[in-house]
């Protein structure tokens, strides 16, 4: 009896080195450029034998192709280079981070319609009840680099909260709390503001951890009333009114993606 075959797993060790000249890059990382998929998305296709360079199926995650002159499809049906787009909106409170809700809520793509959407997706996510700054990209390396916890790129929040917290528990988010069995802390917490009962609080984060504000709050026995997303590294959310959308201009893309780099320094 012949023996079947053996499934190939993805090997994500030392990638052979690649050729010299051209824009070379492994097969996985060329979808990802092309704005197609992601790295993992891409795995998956090549794996499944729906990737063909130059008319010929290729199941090895590690070929190098060159961008330039290499005749890539997916399904036979051929890739191209995508235009980037960037794109910033001040979401607001009530919608989903998602395509399609099985629920039938209003989702952030609502805010999207006459841009256009073709693999754009948002970076990283923003609960129903939390508003402000969510970015929308094609450009999935982009992406991936800014929710990469190692390039600890920040993001800052203004949070009310139904309590006058003191400097102990602010400095308590810094040092980090336990909920649940899970480590969390901010890189930075401090009062912006107090009335009589309830404060304006900012908050900036390098790691994004589900509800993580508002699970720390909640171990501080503080309930959190609104939560505000208004800058990811430099990129402020400004004026911009809620649900609209707006480009992002090319300095900030550019000093968005000086922050992702591996090793770069916060400031």
Known sequence: MTAGRK???PDRGRSPKAPAGGKRVTL???????????????ESLILAGRVSVDQRVVRDLQHW????????????EAVVAQQMIYLMLNKPRGLVTTRHDPEGRPTVFDCLKGQDQTHLSPVGRLDKASEGLLL???DTEFAQALLDPETHVPKTYHVQVDAIP???????MVR?????GEWLSARRAALIRSGARNAWLEIVLEEGRNRQIRRMLEVLDMA????????IGDVVLGDLEKGEVRPLTGDEVAGLRQRAKPG???S
Do not use: M, W, Y
């Open 7 to 9: 499934e190939q797993k």
């Open 28 to 42: 996985p990382r060329a979808l990802s450029k092309l704005g197609f998929c992601s790295r993992t998305q891409a």
């Open 65 to 76: 192709v060159d961008l330039e002159i290499a005749r890539i499809a997916v399904d036979g």
């Open 136 to 138: 929308f990209t094609n």
């Open 166 to 172: 003191g400097e102990a528990q602010l400095q308590a």
């Open 176 to 180: 980090g709390l336990e909920h649940e």
């Open 224 to 231: 959190c009333l609104r939560l505000v997303r208004v800058a």
């Open 264 to 266: 770069a320094a916060s």
